[in-house]
């Protein structure tokens, strides 16, 4: 259901890749509220993606490619996005994440450092680089939205998530520092979602992902939040709805956040203690 919640708003979308990233979902559902979007990603991103397909489905204004982590690309897409949305934007959604040490099945006590460095730029730094390019070509119009997406593993320690954890934790203090510049000085709002694990092209690369969503979901009292839930909560926060809200890392999660055990997760920890998961002679458990 449509609310018209940003009738006349014009927007920039970073990330979208497929029909299973949380960026084409948003573009999907911002179109739906009364947007008009440019759509964005890398070059070899567009090549590989079906980019072209959202573009039309949502009528985007245009598709500029755009690598996030260089300043010169990222001045080139919002001059030519404010030229063919016809004006300043009133909401970004940043949806860049990728850890080269992951892909390469790095453990954490021994990171790549060249592919550390790759890590915090793509997802994190380019977050910082995003906003300094807007404000310093007043890009964007007064109490104006700009959204990240992260994970709780910035709060805590989750197995197999990796130097992600270090960027996300990065990706929510640029959060609150650039939200106070630009909050104070030109009434744009700067905001994190905190998501569920959610089965996108890049949350598949995690190590024993299904294990995590299969966790989060047994945890969350109101169950795992869904790349399209997580579409209408940025609805709410690119809206006039949130005008107020700002520096935030928000969580969309089920409730996961604030959880210590559910009866559901106790259940089938109970489950794993199995006769061969026992030591036979000692009859102590075995955890690994």
């Not at 390469?104 to 021994?110: G, H, P, S």
């Not at 130097?163 to 640029?174: G, H």
Request: proline share 1%.
């Amino acid at each position: 259901m449509a609310y018209n919640l940003l009738k006349g708003k014009k927007g920039i979308i970073f990330g979208a890749l497929n029909e299973q990233s949380i960026a084409w979902k948003v573009a999907e559902r911002a179109v739906e509220e009364g947007a008009e979007i440019v759509l964005t990603n890398t070059a070899v991103a567009i090549r590989m993606g079906t980019l072209d397909e959202l573009a039309k489905k949502t009528n985007a204004k245009a598709v500029i490619p755009a690598d996030a982590t260089s300043v010169e690309d990222l001045e080139n897409l919002f001059k030519e996005a404010m030229k063919a949305l016809g004006g300043q934007i009133d909401f970004v959604l940043h949806s860049c994440a990728m850890s080269v040490n992951m892909r390469k099945k790095r453990t954490y006590d021994d990171l790549d450092y060249g592919f550390l460095d790759k890590t915090l730029d793509i997802s994190a730094i380019s977050f910082h680089k995003m906003i300094q390019v807007a404000k310093k070509l007043d890009a964007i119009a007064e109490y104006g939205s700009i959204v990240a997406l992260t994970y709780v593993a910035s709060h805590r320690t989750f197995f197999g998530y990796n130097d992600m954890a270090d960027a996300k934790a990065l990706l929510e203090s640029i959060t609150r520092s650039f939200g106070y510049i630009y909050g104070r000085e030109k009434h744009v709002r700067v905001n994190c979602i905190s998501q569920s694990p959610t089965l996108t092209t890049a949350g598949g690369g995690i190590k024993g992902f299904d294990g995590m969503l299969d966790f989060a979901d047994r945890m969350s009292p109101l169950g795992n939040a869904s790349a399209d839930d997580c579409a209408d909560y940025c609805m709410t926060l690119f809206s006039d709805l949130t005008k107020k809200v700002t520096m935030q890392t928000l969580f969309h999660d089920g409730g996961f956040s604030n959880m210590g055990m559910s009866l559901r997760g106790m259940t089938q920890y109970n489950k794993s203690f199995i006769p061969e998961n026992t030591d036979k002679e000692t009859g102590k458990i075995i955890y690994g």
